[in-house]
């Protein structure tokens, strides 16, 4: 345990977990895009949404996307922040089975056109978990500099990735396989101690039975 559990993050209240931990999803969930998002379809689960409103959730979750942090006075007037800053966004409710009670799945759309997936929860304390990426399990924290790549589930992409990592003198913290089935997609999620270099990233873009690479920098 470490104080941030007993204490809690420096933030812009009511709460830890729907108001804290929403800027959070938001915001890593704008890194992800790693480009500015002019729309999003924003569908709150659980908790989320019978008492997110009165906690700010939305409020929080705009202010993410906007690229705010935790402690951001601006968290509170996001959605005016939003419209001067040209992001389009609207709310609606789902139902994610099996989903932690303070969760959300997001539809956005940056400026190049490039869309993004993502669901997400906040587990207390101003803490999250992004629990998948484009419909594919994810489940890392954002709290490392972290690369998922999507691909074809075929022999010889992991050691690809470890091997460029390792080329990159990036170290790796957490490494978790995905499959949908044997033959079909698979996620791999590597969170890591150091950032990884752009050109690393744009070497696994264009290797053969990779689909898609997200990268999440803290930098």
């Not at 929403?22 to 992800?32: C, H, S, T």
């Not at 009165?54 to 968290?75: E, Q, S, W």
């Not at 399990?137 to 074809?152: C, E, K, M, R």
């Not at 390792?166 to 996620?187: C, E, F, P, W």
């Amino acid at each position: 345990m470490n104080m941030l559990d007993i204490i809690g993050p420096a933030m812009v209240g009511p709460s830890s977990s729907h108001t804290a931990g929403a800027v959070r999803i938001g915001r890593i969930a704008r890194k992800l895009m790693a480009e500015k998002i002019i729309s999003a379809k924003i569908l709150l689960h659980g908790s989320f949404l019978a008492t997110g409103k009165g906690h700010g959730t939305d409020r929080a979750l705009v202010a993410g996307l906007l690229g705010m942090d935790v402690d951001d006075d601006r968290i509170r007037i996001s959605f005016e922040v939003a419209a001067a800053e040209g992001l389009s966004f609207e709310f609606g409710s789902i139902m994610l089975p099996d989903a932690h009670p303070n969760s959300v799945k997001m539809y956005l759309t940056g400026g190049s056109g490039k869309k993004l997936e993502v669901v997400a929860s906040s587990i207390g304390g101003g803490r999250i978990l992004v629990n998948e990426i484009d419909g594919l399990t994810a489940n890392f924290s954002g709290d490392y500099p972290t690369l998922i790549v999507h691909n074809q589930d075929q022999p010889g992409h992991v050691a690809e990735v470890t091997s460029m990592l390792s080329h990159k003198s990036v170290n790796i913290a957490t490494m978790q396989l995905y499959r949908d089935g044997r033959g079909g997609k698979a996620v791999m999620v590597v969170e890591c101690d150091q950032e990884v270099p752009e050109e690393g990233i744009r070497w696994l873009e264009h290797a053969e039975g990779v689909l898609k690479v997200t990268y999440l920098s803290l930098s």
